[in-house]
């Protein structure tokens, strides 16, 4: 009886763990919605936000900022490094922005804003591939991987709230309690 239980016990950990790593998350950048914008210090940078979270496939980047005064340009790697945003691959500029990380890989972003790419509004965002889906097992890497250039774009500090569960913890809890 007790290894009968204990096997229960082991699938319904399975069940959680794979119901709550396969659920996409949304990210605030930077964890504050005054995050995008140039950058008052050089001791905190999106990057390393960025580097702090790990996305993966089907998660969501959300943006907010005034949408008179800014953008957000996803750009290409030259692009990002030479803050060049005559051929942005996506152009946001409605202050609530959400792009779908439908991909692993860099994603790049620089801001729409005349000068402001240059002093430091910028973020590189690396998704993990759907092999490494269980989060939380490895840190992130870091986007100085994906990075060959001067510092990194700095901004405010981040809250702990930049992350968003949608939901399955209260789905698989709920299957918990039907099994026990």
């Not at 919605?33 to 950058?39: D, L, T």
């Not at 996506?90 to 402001?116: C, D, M, P, Q, W």
Request: glycine share 8%; with cysteine; charged share 20%.
């Amino acid at each position: 009886m007790a290894s009968s239980r204990s096997s229960s016990l082991v699938c319904i950990a399975l069940l959680l763990v794979s119901i709550t790593s396969s659920e996409a998350r949304d990210f605030l950048v930077g964890g504050n919605v005054n995050a995008w914008r140039v950058p008052p210090t050089t001791t905190d940078s999106l990057n390393q936000w960025a580097e702090k979270n790990r996305f993966q496939v089907g998660d969501s980047l959300v943006w907010r900022y005034d949408a008179g005064k800014d953008s957000v340009l996803q750009v290409t790697r030259e692009a990002y490094l030479s803050c060049n945003k005559t051929s942005p691959i996506a152009e946001h500029k409605n202050g609530a922005t959400v792009v779908k990380l439908h991909r692993s890989g860099a994603y790049y972003f620089i801001s729409g804003t005349e000068g402001a790419c240059e002093e430091g509004e910028k973020l590189i965002v690396v998704v993990m591939s759907e092999r490494h889906s269980l989060r939380g097992l490895a840190p992130a890497p870091s986007p100085a991987e994906f990075y060959e250039g001067p510092a990194i774009a700095p901004t405010s500090g981040a809250s702990g709230t930049e992350k968003i569960l949608k939901s399955g913890v209260a789905g698989a809890l709920l299957v918990l309690g039907m099994v026990l």
